[in-house]
């Protein structure tokens, strides 16, 4: 990732607060606690719809204290930025590990990601947690007056129909985890109206799930003070969809660098794998490699 940025060990610069956090009644809500995980963890983890409902109950009882709330209730959990959730993770996983190391065993060319070369060969990667980095975001983070949740601004540049350039800016909310859950419960949704009508699939409907995102945490558009909904989105010029969704495409908010690259001895090939963060959440965890897309 960002090579030319200088290392920031995630643990060292954060430590037991969130890197975005939220605010609650003019509260910055950033600190947290680890709690015991008891058993009840697997009963409730098997109730949960899907993998992002998973991480919201996970951290509900991961988390003893979140902010001044103790414990915190299920509102505040759900707040959580999705890129706060990886790195509360990536701590509580850290926290449980023998000596503090991920230990990453895959093959080589054993990866997710379609078309993919390599030579089988079994590769095993040592991570000290300490050593895992921070990315920070591309823009800096706010916090929306009302509701107290992180958002970027994000600026790029779309073609006129006469060859300039013009300016475009948008608001965009850092995807809590509930938002991360609603969107796949909204295409679920979808998904079932196709089943029900004659010789419907069941396929995700990817475009609408990601027009959905899109107006779902775009807070506004070229300072009109609002988002644009996904009938304005539809209706955009192209090419300045098109340079809106490309700038998007190129932002991140701030996040704990998750990616390994590992180096094969025998064909001298790299493979990117992801540190196992949820494995504290096994065994139920199981359906889906993270970072992967929901199947539907
Ligand atoms: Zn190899």
Redesign the pocket.
Known sequence: MADEAPFVSAIERFGDSLPVGFVAQGTPIRQFVFGGLKGKLRKELLNARNMYRETIVGLKHALAQLGPLQPPPMSFVECIPACDAEYIQFLLSARRLKDGVFIIEVL??DEDAGMVE????ALQAHVPAINVGFIEGNTPIQYHPQSGLPFQEISFKYPLSNGAQADASVKYRVATLKDQAEFVERAEAAAAVDRKKAGGGRRLRMGEFIFDQFASLMIDFNGSGRGLTVEELENLDLDMLDAFTNAMGNYHPPHVDLDVDIV?G??K?TQRVELPIKRWLDPFVVRMPSGSSPEM
């Open positions: 080589c060319g390599g030579c089988g060969s094969c025998q064909c090939r």
